[in-house]
């Protein structure tokens, strides 16, 4: 079935490095890829997501390109600040559901 | 604002004890969702539907029962078959079913077993 595999965490950065976060997918298909947000104590916030070969989303300095050749959908930002410390989904979408990656935490030091 | 309301946001379950999680939404979403989180493991589908009156399971589904009799609602209910209870839980929903339809999430409830 569809799977999604995301960089184990937890990834830890200083403020203004830059960030990558590593996403593949194995699909039977031609899905959906989205990027999630998690705060703590929080739900999920769509942060970006792509519909097709190619698409660039780009949200809030974050960017992810879909990469249909390498089945992938990093997740990219350039300068990160603390206020991104929470924990990133990725995501896929094909038939009726998404199914998500197990999450990788992301802290960002002053 | 439109979102989705999620109550309580901490719970608390006795020994053979069902509960019930109240999700609401004013987003006008036909479909909706309910998914559990632990540590590492990501999000587990356990309960979707796409229309009032009308549910189907995910892929965790025992131990758990939902209802759908409102456009705008969707309880989850714990029951006693669920042995290990104890998660963060998400209800969602989407202006449709569909798996390129970004789903809004509310703020999860937590349920513990005393």
């Known amino acids: 079935g569809d799977s999604v595999t995301q960089m184990e965490g937890p990834v830890t950065l200083s403020e203004e490095a830059f960030l990558t976060i590593n996403c593949t997918y194995t699909?039977?298909?031609?899905?959906?890829l989205f990027w999630y947000v998690q705060y703590p104590g929080e739900g999920l916030q769509l942060l970006l997501k792509?519909?097709?070969?190619?698409d660039k989303g780009s949200n809030k300095g974050f960017e992810a390109t879909y990469r249909k050749e390498t089945t992938s959908f990093h997740l990219e930002k350039g300068s990160v600040q603390v206020s991104d410390s929470a924990v990133y989904f990725c995501?896929?979408?094909?038939?009726?559901?998404?199914?998500f990656g197990k999450g990788t935490k992301l802290t960002v030091n002053p | 604002d439109g979102g989705i309301t999620q109550s309580p946001k901490y719970l608390f379950r006795k020994e053979g004890q069902n509960v019930t999680l109240s999700c609401e939404q004013n987003?006008?979403?036909?479909?909706m969702y309910w998914y559990r989180q632990d540590p590492g493991q990501g999000l587990r589908l356990i309960y979707y539907?796409?229309?009032?009156?009308?549910?189907q399971k995910g892929d965790i589904a025992e131990g758990y029962s939902v209802s759908r009799e409102k456009k705008e609602s969707f309880p989850l209910t714990v029951t006693s078959a669920q042995k290990n209870p104890t998660a963060f839980y998400l209800c969602?929903?989407?202006?449709?079913?569909?798996?390129?339809?970004?789903?809004?999430f509310g703020d999860g409830t937590r349920l513990s077993i005393l």
């Open positions: 969602a929903s989407s202006i449709s079913l569909g798996g390129n339809q970004p789903q809004h």
């Open positions: 699909a039977t298909g031609y899905p959906s």
């Open positions: 792509a519909t097709k070969a190619d």
């Open positions: 995501a896929l979408g094909e038939g009726e559901k998404l199914v």
């Open positions: 987003l006008n979403h036909d479909a």
């Open positions: 539907s796409q229309i009032v009156n009308d549910f």
